[in-house]
Every structure is written in structure tokens, then in C-alpha cells.
């Protein structure tokens, strides 16, 4: 009998991801539509960027005031994060 090579698109894509190192860049992007889901418009209009290196998210915010407010709620935004890009990829979280 002869082995059957089909694979599940999902597969190939794994596959894909895996062989180009690309994964890192994807948890990226899905990290930075994550902050803009997860804050709203308001603040991501507020935000200058986001940058997303070693586990840690650095926030670029053009208000102080705004600053400060959301570094009392770090945890809970970084958790939020986490859960919207399903995994624990956000370790830290910087506001700048």
C-alpha cells in the first residue's frame, strides 16, 4: 500500500512558518492589533508606536497623564493582551 502525503492546510502552514523563522514577526503584528483592539481608538490615536522585542511590549504614548493611568493597570493589560493573541507572549509591558 502506498503511504498517503496529505496534509491539512494548517499543517502546511506550521510547516511554513517554521522552516522561514517567521514566527516571531507574526506574534508581533498579532501583538500590535492586539494593543489597538484591547485600548480602543482613543488610545491607540494617543499611541506614537509599539514595539514588541524579548517579551516585552514597549508603548510609545504621547500623554503623560495617559502614561501614568495605564501603568496602574499594567497586569491587568498585559493579561488582556495575552488573551486576545492567545498565548503568553507579553511578559512585561513598558510604557513610554
Not at 20 to 31: A, N, P, Q
Request: aromatic share 6%; proline share 1%; no cysteine.
Amino acid at each position: 500500500m502506498r503511504k498517503s502525503n496529505e496534509q491539512s492546510l494548517g499543517e502546511v502552514i506550521q510547516q511554513f512558518i517554521k522552516a522561514y523563522k517567521i514566527e516571531d514577526k507574526i506574534t508581533e503584528v498579532k501583538i500590535n492589533a492586539a494593543w489597538g483592539k484591547v485600548m480602543g481608538s482613543q488610545i491607540q490615536s494617543l499611541t506614537e508606536k509599539t514595539v514588541f522585542k524579548n517579551n516585552v511590549l514597549t508603548v510609545y504614548l504621547r500623554s503623560a497623564p495617559l502614561r501614568e493611568e495605564l501603568s496602574m493597570a499594567r497586569t491587568k493589560i498585559t493579561e488582556k493582551i495575552n488573551q486576545e493573541v492567545g498565548k503568553t507572549a507579553v511578559k512585561e509591558l513598558v510604557f513610554r
